[in-house]
């Protein structure tokens, strides 16, 4: 729980010169941002919106056609927000003078972004409020200073520096650790020596697929079991003609879709690539391994393409787990995965994939 009549008197004295003394942080909250990926019309949560210096990228993303939603309870604070929007005349925005805790969040929202917000990404009940009003696939990013552990030399310095912003260093080694039970496989990079962390992720879409929990340790229970299935995904040519265009394939059965109705498939297809690489994805719908520090894509045994992925149609993947072992400090698990497209009987791509775990 954050502290908030702290907070309220911490940034009573902050708001004057806050823009001036954080413009340094500007390079983070702007990759942060564009993790969100934002698109033209998005709805986009902005929680702890301080002074308003997110707004402007956000703004440039989403367009007139967009909402932007700020939550921020000083207001000191949210007082340059409001002269922000009005000198630029947005009237996309609305402003709650309130904790993420307790803000009535307008949904559906496409995107939440927390910048340099510590003590709400601490505070579960900030996280349920702003996060239940995410559509299914909606997108998070956060940044923040962190304790750092490959310079702990520069602690005393962060210490210095975030104590003026922060009411609890609690959680400051991992900040994002309340974000990552929201968002399963959060990406997290860190950034000036540790002490400055960014993460960002999709939340789960509402598929259909069962998650299965486990805990590191307790991977080797799962060798030989079959987990289940993913959710069922669009195959479209929006996807197929993105993936062509970034790997330099652009093979008429892949984006040309009046010759490819004429071709051998009689549409076009999905690259056996394109399905093999949302494996990451779809073994994130089927299984969750907690207490893991990193997750390494180690590589293939064996990869086939049995059978087309026609666009149009649907995918899943199924997934066993056919060896666990160790390896060296890490457990490595060997999953046999099978693509398959609704309604067809020969999968699209069968594929030994081997992962390793590092707690
Ligand atoms: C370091 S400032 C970051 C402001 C802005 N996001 C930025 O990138 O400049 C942290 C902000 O979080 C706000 N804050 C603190 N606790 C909060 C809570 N429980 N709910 C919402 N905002 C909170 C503070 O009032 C402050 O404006």
Same mark, same amino acid.
């Given at each position: ?31 942060? $941002? ?27 993303? $989403? ?290 994939? $081997? ?5």
């Amino acid at each position: 729980m954050t502290d908030v009549t702290r907070t309220a008197t911490l940034y009573r004295r902050l708001a004057g010169s806050y823009d001036l003394s954080t413009a340094w942080l500007e390079p983070y909250r702007r990759r942060a $941002i564009s993790q969100l990926r934002l698109r033209p019309g998005d709805v986009v949560l902005d929680v702890g919106c301080g002074t308003g210096m997110s707004f402007e990228p956000i703004q440039a993303a $989403i367009g007139p056609e967009g909402r932007l939603v700020g939550i921020e309870p000083s207001p000191e604070m949210l007082a340059s927000a409001r002269a922000r929007v009005e000198d630029a005349g947005w009237s996309n925005v609305t402003l709650l003078e309130a904790s993420a805790e307790d803000a009535a969040v307008p949904g559906p929202v496409d995107a939440v972004l927390f910048a340099f917000t510590h003590d709400v990404v601490q505070s579960p009940k900030a996280l349920a409020n702003t996060l239940g009003q995410v559509r299914p696939g909606g997108r998070l990013a956060a940044a923040g200073p962190k304790w750092t552990t490959f310079a702990p030399q520069l602690n005393p310095l962060v210490w210095q520096v975030a104590s003026q912003f922060v009411t609890s260093f609690e959680g400051f080694r991992r900040p994002w650790a309340e974000l990552e039970r929201a968002v399963p496989g959060l990406w997290v990079e860190e950034a000036y020596f540790g002490c400055v962390y960014l993460a960002w992720g999709g939340l789960p879409r509402n598929t259909g697929a069962v998650r299965n929990h486990v805990h590191l340790t307790d991977l080797p229970d799962l060798a030989g079991r079959h987990l289940g299935y993913s959710g069922w995904h669009d195959i479209t040519q929006d996807d197929v003609s993105a993936y062509a265009a970034l790997t330099d394939d652009e093979q008429w059965i892949h984006v040309d879709p009046e010759r490819a109705a004429a071709g051998p498939f009689g549409a076009t297809v999905a690259h056996g690539f394109l399905t093999l690489g949302r494996f990451t994805a779809l073994l994130g719908e089927i299984l969750a391994v907690d207490g893991v520090a990193t997750t390494l894509n180690y590589g293939l045994n064996r990869v086939r393409f049995p059978a087309p992925a026609r666009v149009g149609g649907r995918l899943r993947m199924g997934l066993e787990v056919s060896a666990v072992e160790q390896a060296g400090d890490g457990i490595q698990v060997l999953y046999a995965a099978t693509f398959e497209v609704e309604g067809q009987t020969k999968p699209v791509c069968v594929a030994e994939v $081997i992962f390793r775990y590092y707690g």
